[in-house]
């Protein structure tokens, strides 16, 4: 691999220089598994009217989010249970990505439950999905599927690794957001998170680039040679990529969530 020169765009074999090593998928477990305990242990801390408070997700109260939370949960406990969610989300918001349409049906079978109910739910749940992932064997990991929008074609391993991990950290910041709560970030497990997320950003721009994050999750990274300098806080940076705020130039290369 080589860099290229000053001013030209960075070819996709352009070594990315301050990251970590890659996650392999074992770490995206033990990552996965602490990220439940940080989540569990944040809503445990909720009042009754913080659960009604607006998230950044349009159309989702807390309360929502976190029914979408426990479905996320059920659904890769089981090969059956995504299925069955597949299923019972066709006719949910027509014309929305796949995704979509199984939030929205996650959300709706947990409409009208208490507070009470999704954590007691989550909290039994998660553990049993962390282990269903781990266990998911290596083959079946690496076989590509068409997700549609706004995931493609991908391995299996890419959802049950990489996404759905993103996926719950995002949402414990969209908590913390709504509810006003401290977010609980650390360099063992937040910043190692926002290293894969950068890594996967850069690979997708291509561009040379100096990105300087602040925080307990940030870091500094080089792409190529004389490229954009670009400094924010690692949290904010992660709302940006993922659609949440508004991002220019590099910054409108989405990332997964």
């Known amino acids: 691999m080589s860099r290229t020169s000053a ?9 990315l220089h301050g990251g970590m090593a890659a996650l392999r998928y074992e770490e995206w477990m033990r990552i996965a598994d602490e990220e439940y305990h ?9 009042e ?12 989702w109260d807390v309360r929502a989010m976190v029914s979408h ?3 996320g949960a059920q659904a890769v406990t089981s090969l059956r249970e995504l299925l069955r969610q597949q299923r019972g989300s066709a006719a949910f918001l027509p014309g929305a990505d796949t995704i979509d349409r199984v ?11 208490r507070p009470s109910e999704l954590l007691e739910e989550l909290a039994e749940v998660a553990p049993r999905a962390v282990r269903a992932r781990t266990r998911m064997p290596r083959a079946l990991r690496a076989a590509r599927l068409p997700f549609g929008p706004p995931l493609g074609t991908k391995p299996l391993g890419y959802l049950v690794g990489r996404i759905l991990t993103r996926d719950v950290w995002l949402h414990r910041v969209d ?3 709504a509810t006003g709560r401290d977010l609980v970030l650390t360099g063992d497990h937040d910043a190692r998170l926002v290293d894969d997320v950068v890594a996967e950003w850069a690979r997708l721009h291509g561009q040379p ?3 300087t994050l602040t925080g307990p999750a940030g870091g500094h990274w080089e792409q190529g040679s004389s490229g954009e300098r670009l400094e924010f806080d690692a949290v904010e940076f992660c709302r940006i990529l993922s659609g949440r705020a508004e991002g220019q130039g590099l910054l409108a290369t989405r990332v997964n969530f």
């Open 175 to 177: 908590l913390c957001r």
């Open 7 to 15: 001013g030209s765009p960075a070819s996709s074999e352009t070594p």
């Open 209 to 211: 680039v100096a990105l």
């Open 38 to 46: 940080r989540l569990l242990g944040l809503l445990g801390q909720l």
């Open 69 to 71: 939370l426990a479905g």
């Open 48 to 59: 009754a009217a913080e659960w009604a408070a607006p998230t950044d997700c349009e159309g």
């Open 103 to 113: 939030n929205a049906f996650q959300v709706s079978e947990r409409d009208g439950w």
